[in-house]
């Protein structure tokens, strides 16, 4: 079956970095995706790798390693606004998204 | 440029009847997509569309039929509701189903079966 493991919930404080991972088994792979989500409202697109690296933009970076099936998110300098869920997405062989249930990132003062 | 709408914003609904969310794209993208989200559990694909005129299943399309006629509209209809399929529904576009191709979200309809 088709899989994709996040943490359910972290917590981090204003300032500071968080490194949210995520690991997947897909039957094939075509790119990953992170999305956030505030609460009540529609993910939006953060990020996309197909490659093998770090790829940043702005206070928000995504790494992807295909060899091992593993990415993560990093978010500096948290602001209380990244209160929000985190989710991971892989593109299967089909071209459809398999969706991660999310990590709820909770910012602390 | 509004971008992706849903109607209704939110519903109760009698177990047994029948409704049709809505959903309408401006961006003139070619794929669109309908996921549920239920707590706990990541998005789940019900129905997609690479392309006006043809439509597919995802992982849970037993209960809901789309339909896609046009560029803009993809409706989603839940013939007969039932409790199981209280949910938030989002409706998502994007330009095609390949490559870095992100999916753009509708605000979603939650849905409540009773």
């Known amino acids: 079956g088709q899989n994709i493991d996040q943490p359910t919930e972290m917590t981090a404080t204003e300032g500071a970095i968080v490194q949210i991972n995520c690991t997947y088994q897909t039957s094939g792979f075509n790119g990953l995706f992170w999305y956030q989500q505030h609460a009540g409202e529609a993910p939006t697109f953060l990020s996309y790798n197909v490659l093998d690296g770090l790829e940043e933009k702005g206070r928000f970076s995504s790494f992807l390693s295909r060899s091992k099936g593993y990415s993560y998110l990093l978010l500096k300098e948290l602001q209380m606004k990244d209160s929000a869920s985190y989710l991971c997405?892989?593109?299967?062989?089909?071209?459809?998204?398999?969706w991660g249930a999310g990590t709820k990132l909770i910012i602390k003062p | 440029t509004a971008g992706i709408t849903q109607a209704p914003t939110s519903q109760i609904l009698a177990a047994g009847r029948s409704m049709t969310l809505r959903c309408t794209q401006d961006?003139?993208?070619?794929?669109m997509y309908w996921y549920r989200q239920d707590l706990g559990l990541g998005l789940r694909l019900i129905h997609y569309?690479?392309?006006?005129?043809?439509?597919g299943k995802g992982e849970v399309p037993d209960g809901y039929s789309v339909s896609r006629a046009n560029t803009d509209d993809f409706p989603l209809t839940l013939a007969s509701a039932v409790p199981s399929q209280t949910s938030v529904y989002f409706c998502a576009s994007s330009p095609g189903e390949r490559g870095d191709n992100e999916q753009f979200f509708g605000p979603g309809t939650r849905l409540t079966v009773l």
């Open positions: 997405a892989v593109k299967d062989s089909n071209y459809q998204l398999i």
């Open positions: 961006m003139r993208h070619n794929a």
């Open positions: 569309s690479n392309t006006a005129g043809t439509t």
